[in-house]
């Protein structure tokens, strides 16, 4: 089965939430990767990528 987003996009995704620094920033980095899908940003906060 094909991956549906990027690893780039996977691996850019996990490295902005690592770097958001309060919440205000955190919601500002799932808005801007929600188009890879929740699931795989939450995989990505949780170092899954």
Same mark, same amino acid.
């Given at each position: 089965? @094909? *991956?549906? $987003? @990027?690893?780039?996009?996977?691996?850019? $995704?996990?490295?902005?939430?690592?770097?958001?620094?309060?919440?205000?920033?955190?919601? $500002?980095?799932?808005?801007? +990767?929600?188009?890879?899908? +929740?699931?795989?940003?939450?995989? *990505?906060?949780?170092?899954?990528?």
């Amino acid at each position: 089965m @094909p *991956a549906i $987003a @990027p690893i780039e996009d996977l691996r850019a $995704a996990q490295k902005d939430l690592l770097e958001a620094k309060d919440l205000n920033e955190l919601k $500002a980095v799932f808005k801007k +990767w929600r188009r890879i899908g +929740w699931k795989n940003v939450c995989g *990505a906060s949780m170092g899954k990528v």
